[in-house]
């Protein structure tokens, strides 16, 4: 072969250089920009000196860029201030690529919000009281014609979507009830029908039907939409119900719709929207028939003080319909009704930096698609839950590759309180990491589904209200594999009125998850230890750091082999093995051995190599089966959490692995002080 001269050299390596420039330029293509602002004209050049007003004028400049200039990036920016809430659809025309992506984004250190509220002004000293109102507090009350301030839509007190919601300076103001914390109970259920036989030996009937205990019920039956909210019969499933009617002689209250569940002995409720008990600071009520709004405020309100209502009652504020590759980045959407971000096919598509505070539902939903991620982002403040995460295919077992990162979720499941976590996935392959849920009645993670990463994450101060729930909650189907739950830092789970609480609970016939290299301070209450499984094989807990736990693992009492079989044989079971997956074929057969062997060795477990500190007992109800070896229990200690995760104590005490406690929790949020 001829070998190269000096001038070939030299043309090829000009070559080289030239294509990798090219490759440079594709990797940055130009972009074009638009912007947004509150003050701007949809007339106007769309420039930063000339902006656009609204929505519809800058996606139609997007769209005719994208069918244009295909290979061109576009970033929308909107410039700082208040914009009213509106439907905003994003479809499969607006899309990016990999090197010309779509950004709808604040501009550089502003902060545009988008609400979905009214601000109520006039405010006046209640001259008329209704006969309602408590006499003591009628001075304090002020009234606003909310009519007149632009309310169209009163929605309804109790409905999900509809709900109206009042706050001042962005704080909560709730709506008159009593009692005006936690809840009254009822004495005997006195419906015609009794509730069946159930494992807690609990009483009550169907019909609802039930004597109230304080006679400050009676004030109730002047009231015109009377509202009860509850757990009725089980603690982990309440209801907000109609008060149909109340008879002061035998003091019964009857409702309506009638609760699923029945009506326990002694259930726990409050009675909300009453005028008559609008008395305590911070309390409202909105008399929809003359469309004036009562408020109790908590201090005498000043110049600069905001009070909005929410109006907006869209099912979402904006909806990526087939979108791909774009993202939404820095934008804050505030106090609506209903939900805030969806998200449904598509791909790659990115929700970064983005705040949603005050939502009667829920944050965001990810409905189908692939490796959409949310990171960075800021949720507090839902009706309902924060994030709602479905896609890929289970009986192929392809996944959907969405992400959480970096993500904080608080103070969620605030009107329905049961079964609405920070964060729910069903399908296929998700990573949920470094993220930080907190503040909740029920439970912070659902997981319904396979291949489910749940690492480096905070979790605290969940289960608060509800009963028989985990901090993580995973039940009732044994086709669920290949969840790792590892490097968490979970801490003070510790409520539960019956069954308990737990950090993660593995519920009924759950089976061969890993639970790694976790931190568990102050989690389990009542018969649940920090971790609890019920039901399930093939489990493994290892690795983990459990500190003033009642106790680090607990089992219900062991099932049978006749109650296993019963279930795997049973007709709802049989319905997830074989009809929503197959385990017997490809891929379950060969990528889950757990499946393999489901009728061989029930309730075994393996617990090993954990470190427990200052707990009442390492295993609770564990029965005989369990394999368990190499834990080590040691007394309560002041040392601080930081130096029992140092790598030297852990493997001086049994760990084989270091926990890795600074890397758990948002490392990158925008939102977060420091």
Known sequence: MTPFTRRARQGLLRLILSLVGLAASALLLPAREFHVAPDGHDSAAGTAQAPWRTWARAIEAVRESRRTMPAEAVTLLFHGGEYPAESVMLDASLSGSPTAPVVFAAADGQTPVFAGSVRLRDWRPLRDPPPQLPADVASRIVVCNVAAAGVADYGDPTALGLRPELFRDGQAQVLARWPDLGFTHAGKARGATPVGPNWANFTGTVEGVFEYADLRHERWARETDPRLGGYWFWDWAEEFLKLARLEPGPRLIYTEPRHQYGYRDASRYFGLNLLCELDRPGEWYLDRSAGLLYWYPDTLLQPATEVTLTTFTAPYVVTLDGCSFVTLRGLTFRECRGSGILVRGGSDCRIEACRLQRFGRDGIHIEGGFRHGITGSWLEHLGCSGIRLAGGDRRTLTPAAHFIEHTVVSSFSLFKRTYEPAVHVSGCGFRIAHNFFTRSSSSALRLDGNDILVEYNRVSHVVEESDDQGGVDCWYDPSFQGITIRYNHWSDIVGGTHAGAAAVRLDDMISGVTVHGNVFARCGARMFGAV???????????????????????????????????????????????????????????????LRHLREDINVNTVRHNLVIGAEELLRHAGTRQIVHDNRQLPAT????????????????????????????PQRNPWMRP
């Not at 040392?639 to 104590?649: N, W, Y």
């Open 638 to 665: 002041d040392l601080p959490l930081a130096a029992l995760c140092e790598p030297a104590f852990l493997r001086s005490h049994g760990l084989t692995e270091a926990i890795p406690l600074a890397a758990m929790g």
């Open 532 to 594: 609890q499984i019920n039901g399930g094989k093939a489990n493994v807990v290892e690795n983990n750091l459990f500190l003033n736990c009642p106790a680090a693992v607990s089992f219900t009492m062991p099932w049978t082999e006749e109650k296993w079989f019963t279930q795997l044989d049973g007709p709802v079971i049989r319905q997830k093995l074989y009809q929503d997956v197959d385990i017997r074929a490809e891929p379950y057969s060969s990528r889950y051995a757990v």
